[in-house]
């Protein structure tokens, strides 16, 4: 379906560029190793360095042949796409060479890569049909909510245009390499199925995925494209500091160039038409949801672990702040979102009880109340911030409280080992 939506607007769908990938420069090269890396859970040490080792070779035969053929390779990256057909590689090894619980375990692995990679495609093709179908936005009713939190993102946006080149930099890349921390997350959860030859119940692909598969919805009923095209230029303020990353040059459309300036004054909000290239992509902001499940993904964990899953969703929240993607509002309604769909997938695993059920009503209720109140109650919350601010913030507090409160007692207790009973020795 979405291949042939993406085709309607004169745009590849997701088969087709991932098929394209097989040969040409693919988007993300780290994104491909980390779909294989994923789909390597399944097999024994010695198999993961042939398939890893098969993977180089392939990358450096392609890029050599591109390069005699002076192939242009600025639009994608030089290597990943060994990892691709090692994937496919292994299901027809698979359907051929395996039979029974073998092949069923391979097969999972391969959807496991395949999930991950396709989940990214998707994705792009979602923000294209929402640029194309959603011609208005509604960025001044969040905007205007946003004065209850202080306007996050202009405040922020000011600091990561003071940090220059470096900090920007470097929020950019843990920007753009999400999907590869939640493989590095998922490799540790993961790291015991080969010898177990089994996927526990419950693990961060599943959220990742199902987060990706959700919240394209939520972004057709509430279009709103962000700050920094709504109320910038797009592509000015940074023009100091590094290469803007899109394309979009959307100063016309946007309401005027204040960001991250001055927030604009609270006045009465209007749905505006914007260009059909901008992505509709801010409410929630997905980026705050997986970094959301990130870390709860690695409570879990080592120190390590639990150390970078703290970093990422820090770095996250600071980089869809300070780029001017997205308000607070956006970023409260994230949480909320991610906490949700944990709980729900949760619940299904270990059986819908009355607490699981409460749970993911509560989460649900409060998810639906942000966006209602962001839509039809924006004045009120702009015009009595000292009110409405702390009340948006303990409503997605109340869900994590009772998130926390809910799962702590389903966490599988460690019994002690049992001490042998004192033995009376012969007199």
């Known amino acids: ?248 040059f959307t100063g016309h459309w946007a309401v005027a160039d204040v960001w991250p300036g001055t927030p604009p004054p609270v006045g009465t909000p209007h749905p505006m038409p914007f260009d059909k290239i901008t992505p509709r992509n801010c409410m929630p902001s997905l980026h705050t949801a997986w970094a959301t499940a990130i870390f709860i993904h690695t409570r879990k964990g080592p120190r390590a672990l639990r150390f970078a899953g703290t970093f990422w969703l820090i770095a996250t929240l600071g980089a869809t702040l300070g780029f001017g993607y997205h308000y607070g509002a956006d970023l409260l309604a994230g949480v909320v979102f991610t906490l949700t769909i944990e709980a729900a997938l949760r619940s299904h695993d270990r059986g819908w009880d009355r607490s699981g059920i409460r749970l993911v009503a509560h989460g649900a209720t409060v998810f639906a109340a942000l966006l209602v109140s962001y839509r039809y109650l924006p004045l009120e919350l702009a015009n009595y911030p000292w009110v409405y601010g702390p009340v948006l913030v303990l409503a997605m507090a109340s869900v994590v409280y009772r998130y926390v409160r809910t799962t702590t007692p389903w966490e599988p207790r460690a019994v002690p080992a049992r001490q042998p009973e004192p033995q009376s020795e012969p007199v």
């Open 1 to 248: 379906m979405l291949e042939i939506a993406a085709r309607r607007y004169g745009a590849p769908g997701p088969i087709t560029v991932q098929a394209r990938e097989l040969i040409f420069p693919p988007k993300s090269g780290f994104l491909l190793y980390a779909g294989m890396a994923l789909m390597l859970v399944v097999l024994p040490w010695r198999q993961r360095l042939i398939a890893a080792g098969a993977a180089v070779g392939i990358d450096v035969v392609l890029l050599l042949v591109r390069w005699m053929a002076g192939v242009n390779m600025t639009d994608g990256h030089p290597f990943g796409n060994g990892a691709l057909w090692v994937i496919l590689g292994c299901a027809v090894i698979a359907v051929t060479r395996r039979t029974g619980p073998e092949r069923v375990l391979l097969l999972k692995g391969v959807g496991l890569g395949l999930l991950l990679v396709a989940g990214r495609k998707a994705g792009d093709t979602w923000l294209l049909i929402t640029a194309n179908s959603r011609p208005w936005v509604l960025d001044q009713y969040v905007e205007t909510a946003d004065h209850a939190l202080g306007s996050p993102s202009w405040l922020v946006g000011r600091i990561v245009t003071a940090a220059g080149p470096i900090g920007f930099n470097f929020l950019d890349f843990v920007y753009g390499q999400l999907a590869v921390a939640a493989a590095l997350v998922s490799l540790y959860q993961l790291r015991n199925v080969a010898a177990e030859r089994g996927f526990p119940g419950h693990h961060l692909v599943r959220t990742f995925l199902l987060i990706g598969l959700l919240g394209p919805a939520i972004y057709m009923i509430f279009p709103v494209v962000g700050p920094v095209f709504a109320y910038g230029d797009g592509t000015a303020h940074w023009a100091s500091v590094t290469l803007w990353s899109h394309t979009q």
